[in-house]
């Protein structure tokens, strides 16, 4: 049976606590009851996974350090479970930003520090998590998503793009690249062809399943023109080949964002 997001009283908005302060996720529990959501609760990141698989939540509010399963395992666990599912991280634990910066990177939708200085925030950080996407008008940020092994790739590139006024995350992996395309929906991927767990090509082929409005650009060293034929077949925007050159790359993911941006005032 397939349970529709929110699915519960009156189709309410559904959030999973899981922290291993009972109190903490008690006053969560209590605080966002009131504000009209279904809240479920938990201490241990095993028994967070097996509610998962049994309901659908819009929200999964997460402690980092937890015993048994640390939240950035429950995170990428559940995400095998409910892709749609936006995780929020709310931890005392502090590394000079580097966690921060790798979790929203693998699609995190927000890092809130304890102590939380105001439960009002942390509601306003729900709501925009929960909130059905809207059109985007002529200023909003598209989304990137960036898929190398070479990780000093993916950070450079999505440096690039971000002081380019581009919302951008990045994969290392193409399993990794299709779950961030589940959960967070990147109106342009940037696609490398070789890497571990799953090929370029075949993510390819599992994103167009999940997402056909993503523009596909992949990004590959080998210039195989039987295999150019067959990403163009299944419908990739553009293949480049290494050396990566900045400026056709560039204008590449312009001229595509100009399409999508064209396309949506034209809809509306």
Do not use: W
Not at 19 to 46: A, H, I, M, P, W
Not at 191 to 214: F, H, T, W, Y
Not at 231 to 244: C, F, H, N
């Amino acid at each position: 049976m397939n349970i529709p997001y929110g699915a519960g009283e009156g189709g309410r908005k559904a959030i999973l606590s899981i922290d291993d302060e009972t109190s903490f996720t008690e006053l969560l529990k209590g605080y966002f009851e009131l504000r009209g959501y279904r809240v479920d609760v938990t201490n241990d990141g095993s028994k967070g996974l097996e509610l998962a698989k049994r309901n659908r939540y819009d929200v999964a509010l997460l402690d980092l350090k937890m015993e048994g399963m640390d939240g950035d395992e429950v995170m990428r666990k559940m995400r095998r479970i409910n892709p749609r599912t936006r995780t929020i991280f709310i931890t005392a634990y502090n590394d000079s930003g580097k966690t921060r910066k790798r979790l929203l990177d693998e699609g995190a939708f927000a890092f809130v520090e304890k102590p939380i200085s105001s439960l009002k925030d942390l509601e306003e950080t729900v709501r925009r998590a929960v909130e059905p996407p809207t059109k985007k008008g002529a200023d909003a940020m598209l989304k990137i998503l960036v898929v190398d092994d070479e990780i000093d790739i993916c950070d450079f590139v999505k440096n690039f793009f971000k002081d380019r006024n581009f919302e951008v995350f990045v994969a290392h992996d193409g399993r990794e690249a299709l779950n961030l395309v589940e959960s967070r929906r990147p109106d342009i991927v940037l696609l490398d062809v070789k890497m571990p767990v799953m090929d370029g090509m075949q993510a390819l082929r599992e994103i167009k399943k999940v997402n056909r409005k993503s523009r596909i650009i992949m990004i590959t060293a080998v210039n195989d023109t039987d295999r150019i034929e067959e990403a163009r077949r299944l419908g990739v925007y553009e293949y480049i080949t290494k050396p990566l050159l900045l400026e056709q790359l560039e204008r590449t993911v312009l001229t595509v964002a100009e399409e999508i941006k064209m396309e949506e005032t034209e809809g509306e």
